[in-house]
């Protein structure tokens, strides 16, 4: 993570970081997979962390792969968007917990002679 006055000197910052980490990875028998690093950059329309100066779709660039910036990554089972509201997370959580409504729905009902279309109806009823 890297906390300066625009998205372009987060990424020299990170940039900078990695290079680090590259050192101890030789030293410890590890490997850093650039491919599947994430990006955003955080800021908070009235609070504390402020927007960034310039533009937000500057990319990382690390061991010649291009990391875009996104509006949201997971981290540790938990969705961040850029303005650090949780609205994705509690989105994703709400989709997440439809799908097992609905699978948990249709096993019962089509146990209990229901039918799929009843286990629909109860699924949405739950939501």
């Given at each position: 993570?890297?906390?300066?006055?625009?998205?372009?000197?987060?990424?020299?910052?990170?940039?900078?970081?990695?290079?680090?980490?590259?050192?101890?990875?030789?030293?410890?028998?590890?490997?850093?997979?650039?491919?599947?690093?994430?990006?955003?950059?955080?800021?908070?329309?009235?609070?504390?962390?402020?927007?960034?100066?310039?533009?937000?779709?500057?990319?990382?660039?690390?061991?010649?792969?291009?990391?875009?910036?996104?509006?949201?990554?997971?981290?540790?089972r938990v969705y961040l968007d850029t303005h650090l509201t949780g609205e994705v997370h509690i989105q994703e959580m709400r989709e997440k917990a439809a799908k097992?409504?609905?699978?948990?729905?249709?096993?019962?009902?089509?146990?209990?002679?229901?039918?799929?279309?009843?286990?629909?109806?109860?699924?949405?009823?739950?939501?």
């Amino acid at each position: 993570m890297a906390f300066r006055t625009s998205a372009a000197a987060n990424c020299r910052t990170l940039t900078k970081v990695h290079q680090v980490a590259e050192r101890w990875e030789r030293t410890h028998a590890s490997k850093f997979a650039p491919a599947k690093y994430q990006l955003t950059h955080f800021w908070r329309k009235h609070q504390m962390v402020p927007k960034p100066r310039g533009r937000l779709d500057v990319p990382l660039i690390i061991k010649g792969v291009e990391i875009k910036p996104v509006d949201s990554i997971k981290y540790l089972r938990v969705y961040l968007d850029t303005h650090l509201t949780g609205e994705v997370h509690i989105q994703e959580m709400r989709e997440k917990a439809a799908k097992l409504i609905m699978y948990t729905c249709s096993t019962w009902y089509i146990q209990g002679g229901r039918g799929f279309t009843g286990a629909q109806r109860a699924a949405e009823q739950a939501i």
